[in-house]
């Protein structure tokens, strides 16, 4: 039986649902999965940051308000973020890394993850912006290492995707994919298509914590630009950058844009999409995309998303589920655990 001590890097939603589960499943973990967890540590700009290596109550962790320096509450707790001194000193096996992605220049979380690596300690995270910005560089200092860097949930949350197409579909000569890859979208899209207009459903999707104050990351396409770079790299051996895939959203289509597709039995979709060309290049992109009622993609709506894998032995393959919420992506973090235990990884 093994026990692994882990930190968690960021304490909003989604490792607050790690903890949660932790709380909750630790026991059946032990005897299901061969494992169980104890946080050690735990550190977030907003919250402050404790450490204690014996381990920390992770119901009482889960408890603990979303008020600024709320961690000083604990004992040995402290209002300040001492990011560094949690990851490298905590005595963490594993860390959870789910801070805010910076779409730019995915910091901070690209250095956290940075200096886990660098300690010889395994990271977990839900984060697009070190994958899609600085994945070779920390998938070589992993390597380099000889630790586990994994991050199933930084394209569809607790959804398998990337581990489907490496294991499930190895040998099916994949070619290329097409994905709704953000639920935002597709919501305001489905709710168009059910009569409402472009700035009534954006505004629905706020209401539903679907989308943010600003939603130009989910409704422009920038935040499937970022995953799309992740897939593509890591299931067509491609080496795009971000400025290689061509981007546009779904912010000019109109009310009678989606009547008239309604009318031709077509829908539109948010599509990030990438491909091999004849001469082994990878060619991508993200645009709003007219797909016949026969599409694999078509039928997904609301805030679900969904890859059609194009293979030369089995044809499209679709994997659809949750792209986002505390515990699916929570859920993602468990799973991403459980493949490096059973890589043998200590």
């Given at each position: ?82 990011n ?7 005595g ?11 779409p ?35 998938k ?18 607790g959804?398998?995707?990337?581990r489907?197409?490496?294991q ?87 009310a009678?844009?989606i ?16 491909r ?13 995309r ?7 993609l ?32 929570a ?16």
């Amino acid at each position: 039986m093994t026990d692994y001590k882990i930190a968690l890097v960021g304490f909003g939603g989604v490792n607050r649902g790690l903890a949660q589960l932790i709380a909750e499943r630790n026991a059946q973990w032990r005897a299901t999965l061969g494992f169980g967890l104890t946080i050690v540590g735990v550190t977030d700009l907003f919250l402050g940051s404790v450490l204690n290596r014996a381990g920390l109550d992770a119901a009482e962790l889960v408890a603990l308000p979303a008020e600024k320096g709320a961690l000083a509450r604990i004992a040995g707790g402290t209002a300040e973020a001492f990011n560094e001194t949690v990851i490298k000193q905590s005595g963490a096996d594993i860390i959870a890394e789910a801070t805010f992605t910076n779409p730019v220049d995915g910091e901070p979380a690209a250095t956290f993850c940075r200096w886990a690596l660098e300690s010889g300690i395994h990271v977990v995270t839900s984060n697009k912006g070190p994958i899609a910005l600085h994945g070779a560089e920390l998938k070589a200092l992993a390597r380099q290492r000889g630790v586990a860097f994994e991050y199933e949930g930084a394209v569809m949350s607790g959804t398998p995707v990337i581990r489907v197409a490496r294991q499930a579909l190895a040998g099916s000569g994949l070619q290329g994919f097409e994905g709704i890859l953000n639920g935002t979208s597709n919501y305001v899209l489905t709710r168009m298509k059910e009569g409402l207009s472009f700035a009534e459903a954006v505004a629905e999707a706020q209401q539903l914590g679907y989308a943010e104050a600003d939603p130009s990351a989910d409704v422009e396409g920038y935040d499937v630009r970022l995953k799309v770079v992740i897939l593509a790299n890591e299931l067509l051996d491609a080496r795009l950058k971000v400025s290689d895939v061509t981007c546009s959203g779904i912010s000019a289509i109109s009310a009678a844009d989606i009547a008239k597709a309604e009318a031709t039995g077509q829908c539109w979709k948010l599509i990030g999409a990438a491909r091999k060309t004849s001469d082994g290049s990878v060619e991508a992109s993200v645009e709003a995309r007219l797909l016949p009622r026969t599409h694999p993609l078509a039928g997904i709506g609301g805030a679900i998303n969904a890859v059609s894998f194009n293979t030369e032995l089995l044809g499209a393959v679709t994997v659809s589920g949750p792209g986002a919420g505390r515990v699916e992506t929570a859920f993602a973090l468990l799973s991403d655990i459980i493949a490096l235990h059973n890589a043998g990884k200590r």
